[in-house]
């Protein structure tokens, strides 16, 4: 676990995953032991997942707008736990309720035994509810892949940045290794139009891009294939300042 984006937690009673494979399918499980949250980020690719998930369904979670804002300084930050290398704060992708928005992501069906876990991955966000209602995804591919119907049993959540907190100062550039897992998950997930989609919809995109690929400072970075590489290189190409409020 990284010590900057996942602090260590005495008492952590999840199940993190040492696998790297993109996904190992969880035991059967009941309604009551499943819990679903909604990944708009680098949860979308399932390589970067730390949990033996049950299933993770494309999905569109409506009345939410991704944007990417400077990274909160916790209570037990330093600048050095804070700053990832010769000072580069990068920013944070999160998103926040707008009306008549809506984003691409992954309904993430998990063990609710592993909440703890991604509740520590997501330390800078406030875990939030959200109900079936917000989401449009494929219900019977839900119900293959997990086994269950999903209902209003099932907890839903979705993770959005902490602002109660003071802003990092100084520059706050997007680091290219996290924003190559993202927009990868996303070429796997929706294709072609779902990365260009991905930079369309995600708001502040107008900040610099601090160049770390070949050197990854993202601790679950990934490698990129050439296709994939022209591919984001061309989508950011079109990058503004992101959707109209």
Known sequence: MSKI????QAGLRGKPRT????????????????????????????VTLRTDIVAAIPARLNGWRR???????????????????????PSLLTAH??????????????LAVNLPVIDTREFRYHRRDITFAELSFDAERAERETGLRLGSGTRL???????????????????RSYLDAV??????????????????ETEAFHLPIHEDRDRPLYPRAVSLTASE????DLALGRRGSGPER
């Open 183 to 200: 927009m990868q998950g996303f070429l796997r997930e929706f294709g072609e139009e779902g990365v260009h989609r991905f930079v369309a």
């Open 229 to 232: 590489t022209e591919l984001f």
């Open 67 to 89: 944007t990417w804002r400077p990274r909160p300084l916790m209570e037990a930050d330093t600048m050095a736990e804070t700053a990832l290398a010769g000072d580069v704060v």
């Open 19 to 46: 696998d790297p494979s993109p996904q190992r399918r969880a035991a059967p499980a009941g309604p009551g032991e499943i819990v679903g949250y909604f990944g708009y980020g680098s949860l979308v690719n399932r």
């Open 157 to 175: 959540h979705v993770y959005e940045a902490r602002v109660e907190h003071p802003e990092a100062g100084g520059p706050s550039p997007i680091l």
């Open 5 to 8: 984006e996942e602090p260590l």
């Open 97 to 110: 309720r707008a009306e008549k928005a809506s984003i691409d992501g992954v309904l993430i069906i998990d």
